[in-house]
């Protein structure tokens, strides 16, 4: 994750076009806060946090993702199937890579195949 786009540019720069896949997970704050199990959004509010992304510090969303998933919308499932979809659909993702990616659904874990 990185919260600005001049950081996020640096790096599809430094990869090249086609090489960096740009994911917008979306999601309102008011939900990110309504999900926070270790009250980390209420202590960046009350201060005792610095730097907080959102809060005390700017986030600035992508301009142009190549994929969006809105995880206050969707289920997992549903924004890993957006996610693994674009992949197929752009050729980064086959048939038979598919056995090489998973998901799960404990605090959301993500394990895919790197070329």
Not at 40 to 54: L, P, S, V
Not at 62 to 82: A, G
Request: charged share 25%; glycine share 4%; aromatic share 10%.
């Amino acid at each position: 994750m990185s919260p600005f786009r001049q950081a996020r540019e640096q790096v599809r720069k430094l990869h090249g076009s086609g090489r960096f896949i740009e994911v917008f997970v979306s999601c309102p704050l008011a939900e990110l806060i309504k999900r926070d199990q270790k009250d980390r959004y209420a202590r960046a509010m009350r201060g005792e946090i610095a730097n907080f992304t959102g809060i005390s510090d700017p986030y600035e969303p992508p301009v142009n993702p190549q994929i969006i998933v809105h995880t206050n919308s969707e289920t997992i499932e549903q924004s890993f199937k957006r996610i693994t979809d674009w992949w197929k659909e752009n050729s980064y993702l086959t048939n038979k890579d598919e056995q090489a990616v998973s998901i799960s659904n404990e605090e959301f874990s993500f394990s895919a195949i790197s070329t």
